[in-house]
């Protein structure tokens, strides 16, 4: 099925990889990847652990170097070498402002208030004034149902509520593209509802391309326009979640969607 076969009316490519190979050591991880993915599109990323879907994200927001193809964010290219955006005596290329992230670890700062948190890149990377900075702290953390835990630090807080900060924290940046890396992973169970919750919340309220690692099946099913199934660095399933999960023809994933069931 052709990469753009779930494309929004009208929608542009947004995120493009093209023959995109990348080796840790003797081992490829990223296998000639080629995808697509139209402006405005909800895609979910399932598959084995190891199949290279963390590696996927890391690449379009340009935290891993590799070593062939070629990466286009909102028509900008990502640098096959960048490792991290490295760029000595440049500031960061405006591609890495356009792609928001969440990770599995929640990664907030310690010492600074939920607050604080949620400002420091709009003050320190986009060089909004406090006032616009917190505006949009105040807006965020209202789309995630936090504005009564501003003044909290985050060892105040549940695993959930500091991962719903740190989706706040993403979005403060506005970008175009956000990527979510089974940001479920490190939570207890009881837990993982309120952040699914605000995932869906964003994906109805916020006009942007949102790709999720994720082994939430039923998540992936409500929530993605598009399911793409890795493994071993390629793309073997691709369509709707219906096609890909509740009748896949591909029979390695037919495998894989049996032995989540029984977990």
Do not use: C
């Not at 009881?190 to 099946?217: P, Y």
């Amino acid at each position: 099925m052709s990469d753009l076969a779930h494309a929004l009316p009208g929608a542009s490519p947004q995120i493009i990889l093209k023959q995109v190979v990348k080796n840790f050591g003797a081992t490829r991880v990223i296998d000639h990847l080629d995808l697509s993915i139209p402006a405005g599109q909800r895609v979910a990323l399932i598959g084995p652990s190891g199949s290279g879907k963390s590696t996927v994200l890391r690449l379009i927001k340009g935290l891993e170097a590799y070593q062939h193809g070629s990466i286009e964010v909102a028509g900008a290219p990502v640098p096959a070498k960048s490792g991290g955006w490295h760029w000595p005596g440049a500031k960061k290329p405006p591609v890495v402002h356009r792609v928001g992230m969440v990770f599995q670890q929640f990664n907030l700062f310690p010492h600074l208030t939920v607050q604080e948190n949620v400002t420091e890149a709009p003050l320190q990377v986009l060089k909004l004034s406090r006032e616009e900075a917190l505006e949009r702290a105040q807006q965020y953390l209202g789309l995630v149902g936090l504005s009564h835990k501003a003044d909290a630090y985050p060892a105040q807080l549940s695993g959930g509520q500091q991962q719903r900060v740190a989706i706040a924290r993403a979005l403060t940046m506005r970008p175009q593209v956000m990527l979510f890396d089974e940001v479920t992973s490190a939570l207890d169970p009881e837990l993982v509802g309120e952040v699914l919750a605000v995932i869906r919340a964003i994906a109805h309220e916020q006009q942007m391309t949102m790709l999720l690692v994720t082994h939430e099946m039923k998540f992936a099913q409500d929530i993605a326009d598009r399911v793409l199934f890795m493994e071993a660095g390629r793309i073997v399933a691709d369509g709707t979640p219906d096609e890909v999960l509740v009748d896949p023809d591909n029979e390695r994933t037919r495998r894989f969607l049996n032995l989540v069931e029984q977990r």
